[in-house]
């Protein structure tokens, strides 16, 4: 191909390619963007029914029973105050197993 002085500006060809390239790239970029918000958000229902795990802990602790399963006497000031968390990925409510555990009903995990 010949070099011609007065050419200027990108072909047909090369603005596809870039294009091309361009869009591959915000594609993968999109992925991965989307992706960590659920972790995120799993994540933080890990770190939330921790902390009601100690509220029901302490609760019991001050007397001498756990919570109900509903976790409803955490309700108040020295624990959750008036209104009890949920989870961050479905707004469900925190609940008590059998076992003592606070558990996520979404996730089904005490972890």
């Excluded at 991965?32 to 509220?55: A, I």
């Excluded at 990925?89 to 555990?101: A, H, I, K, P």
Aim: net charge neutral; aromatic share 4%.
């Amino acid at each position: 191909m010949i070099a011609n002085p007065r050419r200027r500006g990108f072909s047909l060809l090369e603005l596809m390619a870039a294009l091309i390239i361009a869009a591959s790239l915000a594609a993968l970029s999109l992925h991965h963007l989307r992706k960590p918000s659920l972790s995120g958000k799993q994540h933080s229902c890990d770190l939330t029914r921790e902390v009601m795990q100690d509220y029901a802990d302490r609760y019991a602790e001050a007397n001498g029973r756990m919570p109900s399963t509903d976790l409803r006497e955490l309700a108040t000031d020295p624990y959750a105050g008036t209104v009890l968390p949920t989870c961050p990925v479905t707004d469900q409510s925190y609940r008590l197993d059998r076992n003592g555990n606070v558990a996520c009903p979404t996730h089904e995990s005490t972890r």
